[in-house]
């Protein structure tokens, strides 16, 4: 759609057109921390980056721990949410 001035309308009116990449800040930051990372020592480099990879690692292991903690109520809450078994007479002798 076009308006009057004969420029392109958005599709909603009032959204005003963006980059896909438009996180501003974090692309700023990144360049810094790639220029840092870049002035390191290789040895250096090849620690931080092992460091890091350890770090994301262990992240993923809390992460799978979470996840079961959470299978684990839930699997017990649906038990206890559960009828009780119906109660039997038993006779006595």
């Known amino acids: 759609m076009v308006d009057a001035r004969g420029d392109e309308v958005p599709p909603r009116g009032w959204e005003t057109p963006c980059e896909p990449d438009a996180t501003p ?54 038990h206890r949410t559960a009828a009780p078994a119906p109660a039997r007479d038993i006779p006595v002798l």
């Open 25 to 78: 800040g974090f692309s700023s930051l990144r360049d810094l921390l790639e220029l840092a990372f870049a002035r390191l020592p290789q040895d250096t480099r090849t620690a931080l980056s092992q460091a890091l990879r350890e770090l994301l690692e262990a992240l993923l292991d809390l992460l799978d721990a979470v996840r079961a903690l959470i299978r684990w109520l839930l699997e017990r809450l649906d």
